[in-house]
């Protein structure tokens, strides 16, 4: 699996807007050890997008698209919202679904792929928004969730509707008051996460995206899970700077904020003994595989 | 059978599917022409005689051929290249043939650079900023082809082919089916034997920006 898949017809490359040529040569479909790192010095897989300035709904995508295992065998599943603004400039594959039905879509591709491509790795991802996963949508992620399905959720949480002006959502602070929401919010913010180990998860994460790192290590550990053993789920908090009085340049420290030890965001996470296993063999064969790298350029050095 | 006919628009902001107008797909050796069922040959001259009349002749190659999917679509991009540098060889001073890639369906509003690609969501974007008034659709998928189609006719006088690789498209002013790198190379031979039969429309064209 990798970019041979993607080449374009060498008759008519001059004509190809440069986004894509650059997709093809240097994009990191293929890349065993590809991370955020490679932001900078390769092509990513999303282009121009179309949220508002300094939104940390971006940098998310922006990590997240960089440290998703296999690219070009995955497809991402999202729903209504601002992430919906983003999807058309995705070079991943995407399907948007009605609002809340991310993860019943969701389920039926992931088990379609298995029968169409039994012999290939097919990874799929559901990105919504905490209005879609965790309101409109709260049955089928639950629902996914009972019946094990193979995927990863990703919840992008901004605490409430944002690209609709700002109304209460379930994931939105107790006592909140938004432009939509005047009174305040009057109960407690759904504890996703706990219900999400209760239903099923197998891996769950609750944080901030204001460290590439670890939005990185956990992307890869919640889609490998997912993969082998059950479903995984990631809150992410991406705040919606216009809608809680910010200003563009300060969406990383709302996050970093947010993440402190006492703070709604602080690193949560919960792993299955069998994710455990799991993650510790993966562990093994990745020092092995560097070992052997390692091992192969002294080599090469030496003669 | 419908007295419809399948013209240069701009027919109106939401144009009929022709399909609902009674316009029906020509059979397999047989082509169409503004929605009136004829013999292929017949196709292969109108096509070639509207490209050197019009004053920006325009092939949009969609995804279909622009990727290496296999051998087949690599041939039929060189085909479509050979096309192209016909077209070139063949028009007068004034007329400006172009070919404007189609990579993908994305709808990347308002992102798109209507110079350097058209788009299924709106295409006529990039028939207005080219002024484009004639231009023939290769390997785009049908229902991204019809979406097309159906808006130009809408919004614009652009006069529109599709060379299709299916049942062909009754919502292209003409249309041809099965489309094969043959097809291509015998569209290319047409236009070269017409070449100097008919004159470019160069005086009175609008353009193909008609609102």
Avoid at chain 1, 235 to 262: A, F, H, V, W
Avoid at chain 2, 135 to 152: E, P, R, T, Y
Avoid at chain 2, 169 to 178: K, N, P, V
Wanted: proline share 6%; charged share 20%; with cysteine.
């Amino acid at each position: 699996m990798s970019k041979e898949r993607i080449q374009i017809s060498e008759a008519l490359y001059d004509i190809m807007p440069s986004d894509y040529q650059d997709l093809v040569k240097s994009a990191t479909y293929g890349k065993e050890d590809r991370g955020w790192k490679d932001i900078g010095t390769s092509k990513e897989l999303i282009e121009q997008h179309s949220l508002c300035a300094g939104c940390p709904e971006s940098m998310a995508f922006r990590y997240i698209l960089a440290s998703l295992p296999n690219p070009e065998d995955t497809v991402m599943v999202g729903s209504t919202g601002c992430t919906s603004l983003v999807f058309p400039m995705v070079a991943v594959h995407n399907i948007h679904s009605l609002f809340g039905n991310q993860n019943a879509i969701a389920s039926g591709l992931k088990r379609a792929l298995s029968v169409r491509f039994p012999g290939r790795v097919k990874d799929v991802v559901v990105l919504a928004g905490d209005g879609a996963t965790v309101d409109i949508g709260l049955d089928m992620t639950l629902q996914a969730w009972f019946r094990q399905e193979k995927f990863t959720t990703i919840c992008f949480d901004n605490e409430l509707y944002a690209n609709t002006g700002g109304q209460e959502s379930g994931l939105m602070q107790k006592g909140f008051v938004a432009k939509m929401a005047p009174v305040g919010k009057l109960f407690d913010k759904v504890r996703l996460p706990e219900i999400a180990r209760e239903s099923g998860c197998h891996y769950v994460v609750n944080c901030t995206v204001s460290k590439p790192s670890l939005v990185e290590k956990v992307i890869r550990n919640a889609v490998h899970i997912a993969r082998e053993i059950g479903p995984t789920y990631l809150q992410l908090y991406t705040p919606c700077i216009l809608e809680i009085g910010k200003n563009s340049m300060e969406g990383l420290q709302e996050m970093r904020d947010s993440e402190k030890p006492t703070e709604r965001f602080a690193y949560k996470e919960y792993i299955s003994e069998p994710a455990k296993q799991l993650l510790t063999e993966l562990a093994a064969k990745d020092k092995e595989r560097k070992a052997a790298a390692k091992q192969l350029a002294a080599q090469a050095q030496a003669n | 059978m419908s007295d419809y006919r399948v013209l240069p628009g701009p027919e109106h902001f939401l144009p009929p599917a022709a399909a609902s107008m009674g316009i029906r797909l020509p059979n397999p050796g047989q082509a169409h022409i503004n929605g009136v069922i004829t013999s292929e040959e017949d196709a292969y001259d109108e096509a070639a005689r509207q490209f050197l009349m019009a004053k920006v002749p325009t092939i949009f190659p969609g995804p279909l051929v622009l990727w290496a999917w296999n051998e087949k679509a690599a041939k039929k991009a060189t085909a479509i290249r050979h096309l192209f540098n016909t077209l070139k060889e063949c028009v007068q001073p004034g007329q400006k043939p172009m070919l404007i890639p189609m990579p993908d369906y994305r709808p990347k509003y308002p992102k798109i650079n209507p110079e350097v690609e058209i788009n299924p969501n709106h295409p006529n974007l990039t028939i207005w900023h080219n002024k484009i008034d004639c231009c023939i659709f290769i390997g785009v998928h049908c229902h991204q082809a019809n979406l097309s189609l159906k808006i130009i006719r809408g919004g614009t006088s652009c006069y529109t082919i599709a060379m299709c690789a299916q049942a062909g498209h009754e919502d292209a002013m003409l249309s041809f089916r099965d489309a094969s790198v043959e097809k291509i190379m015998r569209l290319a031979d047409t236009i070269k034997r017409l070449k100097g039969t008919v004159q470019p429309r160069l005086a009175s064209a609008n353009n193909g920006v008609s609102n």
